[in-house]
């Protein structure tokens, strides 16, 4: 099966000297997110000579090459007929993939703009926490700080902005929602997401020797539980996760 095509994408873009992108669409689906994340294991199980480096955004595939030792038309031409391979969008998800649950306070002190996030959402806080501990996302990139998930696609009642101002700081572990999608904190910073759980979860661990939690590909979900449990866990030195391969 050749590659299908969708509104002009896949395209093959420069970036810099010694990097080409692979992207699969301008705005995340799940087919581009799905594409960016089999077509970077297919270049991972078998790459050209002189390719150094491959990762994936939102809905691309990045790839860094020595350009010294490959020139970046020989490599545009090898990923131009590794494209024609096969339809990327309805590709299979990679292998290696885990269900990873994270326990979750909702709403309180430890996650203040639930009640926001609710009424722009057009539920009360007690929907709003029903929809979100039920929901069950995959990573679809890793960005902004080391380990820091991005995850979706939520239900389209969660299709809410960001805000137009910044909250000055939500801690590590804080759940956050905006435009279909979680964000869960791995450090302490400012954000225009709006925080709608806390969790005990250590994202970024550097002393390991597989330092990031999650993976793209990975699929997260949040159960609800409460303040006093997550004191308990934080008390033990624990997060409470429980992670079960997936395939």
């Known amino acids: 099966m050749t590659q299908t095509s969708q509104n002009g994408f896949p395209r093959?873009?420069?970036?810099?000297?010694?990097?080409?992108l692979v992207r699969f669409g301008d705005t995340l689906s799940e087919p581009a997110?799905?594409?960016?994340?089999?077509?970077?294991?297919?270049?991972?199980?078998?790459?050209?000579?002189?390719?150094e480096e491959a990762s994936t955004s939102l809905v691309s595939t990045f790839l860094r090459f020595d350009a010294l030792a490959l020139r970046p038309e020989t490599l545009t031409h090898a990923l131009h007929q590794l494209l024609q391979t096969r339809d990327?969008?309805?590709a299979e998800l990679p292998e290696g993939r885990r269900l990873v649950t994270i326990p979750t306070v909702f709403g309180g002190e430890?996650?203040?703009?639930?009640?926001?996030?609710?009424?722009?959402?057009g539920m009360t806080a007690q929907e709003a926490v029903a929809s979100l501990s039920a929901a069950r996302t995959r990573v679809t990139a890793i960005g902004f700080a080391p380990g820091q998930p991005y995850l979706g696609t939520l239900p389209e009642a969660w299709n809410i902005p960001r805000q137009t101002a910044l909250t000055p700081r939500v801690p590590v572990g804080a759940?956050?929602?905006?435009?279909?999608?979680?964000v869960l904190f791995s450090i302490s910073a400012p954000t225009g997401w709006r925080h709608v759980g806390q969790t005990a979860a250590r994202l970024f661990r550097p002393e390991s020797d597989?330092?990031?939690?999650?993976?793209?590909?990975?699929?997260v979900r949040f159960p609800q539980i409460d303040a006093a449990a997550l004191n308990r866990l934080r008390a033990a030195g624990e997060d409470g996760i429980e992670i079960e391969a997936l395939s």
């Open 12 to 20: 093959i873009e420069p970036v810099g000297l010694d990097g080409l």
């Open 33 to 51: 997110n799905r594409a960016a994340l089999a077509f970077r294991a297919a270049v991972e199980r078998d790459s050209p000579d002189g390719v």
């Open 88 to 90: 990327w969008y309805a």
């Open 110 to 121: 430890d996650a203040p703009q639930l009640g926001e996030a609710a009424r722009e959402a």
């Open 175 to 182: 759940l956050l929602v905006a435009i279909r999608q979680f």
């Open 210 to 219: 597989t330092p990031f939690l999650l993976r793209p590909g990975d699929e």
